[in-house]
Every structure is written in structure tokens, then in C-alpha cells.
């Protein structure tokens, strides 16, 4: 079966960097789309970034923009989020997901991901 294991999260001062990684297992990496999608208490689980199964591209939500960057190792059946100039309100639980095909270019659409990890957590301390 399909199997995303997060890692990578931590604390870390406001301004500081982290890099989180997702391995996959169970399916064929490089036909599978994947996002990174962060919940906070209280909220709904919002969209980060995504990229496609070749890697050749990405996209991002506005406030992450200039201070995220998604890659992907296909060799390695790995994502990774490298997150830069980190804020308080960077702090959630972070997750990857999966799909096999995203319809629309729904990229930011979580509905469109059937596959989650179990999430990895990010602090930020001010």
C-alpha cells in the first residue's frame, strides 16, 4: 500500500530555516504529483506548495512564496520543503500527499490528494 513518511520538523527561532523531507513507498514515484499542505489548531488544512511528477514544476501559495522551495529526488522516492525565513505563523503540523493526477490544475486543492502522510511538526518560536 501507499505509505508517506514525513520528517524534518523541529523547533526553531523566527528567521531560522528547516527542511522537511517526505519518502514514499507503494506507488510509482514519478507519476504521482505531490504537495505539501500544513493544519494549525483551530484551522483547515491549507495548501503550501506542489510539484509535478517530473519535478519540472512548482507552485506555491502566496505566503510562501520567496521563502519555501519544494524538490523532489525521483531516485530516492523523496520530496523535500526547504523553508527559509520561517515566521510564528509558519508553526502547524505539516503533511505531504500523492495524486495520480491532479484535475484543473487544482494543484492547491486538497480534495484532489488521496494519499497523506501522518505529518510532521513545525515550531516557530518569536
Known amino acids: 500500500q501507499v505509505q508517506l513518511v514525513e520528517s524534518g520538523g523541529g523547533l526553531v527561532q523566527a528567521g531560522g530555516s528547516l527542511r522537511l523531507s517526505c519518502a514514499g513507498s507503494?506507488?510509482?514515484?514519478?507519476?504521482?504529483?505531490m504537495g505539501w499542505f500544513r493544519q494549525s489548531p483551530g484551522k483547515e488544512r491549507e495548501f503550501v506548495a506542489a510539484?509535478?511528477?517530473?519535478?519540472?514544476?512548482?507552485y506555491y501559495s502566496d505566503f510562501v512564496k520567496g521563502r519555501f522551495a519544494m524538490s523532489r529526488d525521483n531516485a530516492e522516492n523523496t520530496v523535500y520543503l526547504q523553508m527559509n525565513s520561517l515566521k510564528s505563523e509558519d508553526t502547524a503540523v505539516y503533511h505531504c500527499?500523492?495524486?495520480?493526477?491532479?484535475?484543473?490544475?487544482?494543484?492547491?486543492?486538497?480534495?484532489?490528494?488521496?494519499?497523506w502522510g501522518q505529518g510532521t511538526q513545525v515550531t516557530v518560536s518569536s
Open positions: 507503494g506507488l510509482s514515484f514519478t507519476r504521482y504529483a
Open positions: 500527499a500523492a495524486s495520480a493526477f491532479v484535475y484543473g490544475s487544482r494543484w492547491f486543492d486538497k480534495n484532489q490528494y488521496p494519499y
Open positions: 510539484i509535478s511528477g517530473s519535478g519540472d514544476n512548482t
